[in-house]
Nanobody
Framework: QVQLVESGGGLVQTGGSLRLSCAASGRTFSNYLMRWFRQAPGKEREFVARISWSGSISHYEDSVKGRFTISRDNAKNTVYLQMNSLKPEDTAIYFC?????????WGQGTQVTVSS
């Protein structure tokens, strides 16, 4: 089992920044592909970003490229999502995900609200 706890969400104005954190406990964190997803009201959960176990490879959903940065600190068992130039359409609950083959774990989510 892997337990994931997100933090860092909140209310921010358009153009502002937030940094989300996801602290992991349980199995070896560094073995897992880590991803961020988000779910806006009335919409399906969507992929935002992912980072390889080593942190050397990352991918982003097109709408966040150049604004969001995913990173991880395996010594601290934590993955981050730095979000800059936030837009109202970024408003959603953000979820952390740990994946290793059929092992798939989710955090409880953290709310991000961007006011216009």
């Amino acid at each position: 089992q892997v337990q994931l706890v997100e933090s860092g969400g909140g209310l921010v104005q358009t153009g502002g920044s937030l940094r989300l954190s996801c602290a992991a406990s349980g199995r070896t964190f560094s073995n897992y592909l880590m991803r961020w997803f988000r779910q806006a009201p009335g919409k399906e959960r969507e992929f935002v970003a992912r980072i390889s176990w080593s942190g050397s490879i990352s991918h982003y959903e097109d709408s966040v490229k150049g604004r969001f940065t995913i990173s991880r600190d395996n010594a601290k068992n934590t993955v981050y999502l730095q979000m800059n130039s936030l837009k109202p359409e970024d408003t959603a609950i953000y979820f952390c995900n740990a994946n290793l083959g059929r092992d798939d774990y989710w955090g409880q989510g953290t709310q991000v609200t961007v006011s216009s």
